[in-house]
């Protein structure tokens, strides 16, 4: 994705960086207002929409009965997707998901899957035959950088929000009760925290200007208890050992923010 901004405004935020400071006057390591509204999509399993600043994302869960992979007969499967909607950004374009949008889901769903955040063996009814599948649908209405981790956030919330129906099956009979809605079987919340490298310095919640002037990026994927769960490089120029392990101390200290919020999901 290519983001246009004048040699002006480049040259304001190497100075501001030079300075120990950023163009919204925020810390290297802050995050911009983070608000969550749950069951946005009235018509979803679960759903929620996600602002961090400027940027904006809906995210909703739809639960359908399927048959499992043959290789992993006794569980449920995830299926995540992200579109990136034209109005959200003039970068943006329409046809089918491009790179961009690729990464955003194989990230997101690395860190929900790799958590792991939902009990698959629970979501098989019978095995080898009928289990759930969720499928995540990200949808960015507003970009203002940063989607990684307002991706992430927004499915974890979906998820967490999530209700299907009851479903049994005694003697190969399937009973599907959807007056009896569960709650998914969660595991271990993640998120994604993201800091980019720009020159030597290294930020959090990158806004779309930076972003245009990053060298590289690290999103990471903590599981509540400061685990690692994923981890995923951006942009072709290195960082040292020492930048990378300094990217984890910051990150992990921020994620400590963003689980303060979603655990005020009920």
Known sequence: MVNIISEISKEKIFDLLNQGTRIDNRKFTEYRPISIKTDYIGKADG??????GNTTVVAGIKAQLTTPFNNTPDKGIIITNTELLVLASRNFEYGPPNKFAVEISRVVDRAIRESPLIDLEQLCIVEGSKVW???IDIDIIDFDGNIMDAACLGAVAALLTTKIPTATSVNDELTIDEDNLTKLPIKNKSILCTIVK???KLIVDPMSAEESLMDSSISIGFR?????CAIQKCGLNTMTLQEVMKTMTIARARSKQLFSIINKIK
């Open 47 to 52: 759903s929620a929409m996600v602002s961090i």
């Open 133 to 135: 599948k969720l499928h």
């Open 198 to 200: 720009i020159n030597d």
């Open 224 to 228: 509540e208890d400061g685990s690692l």
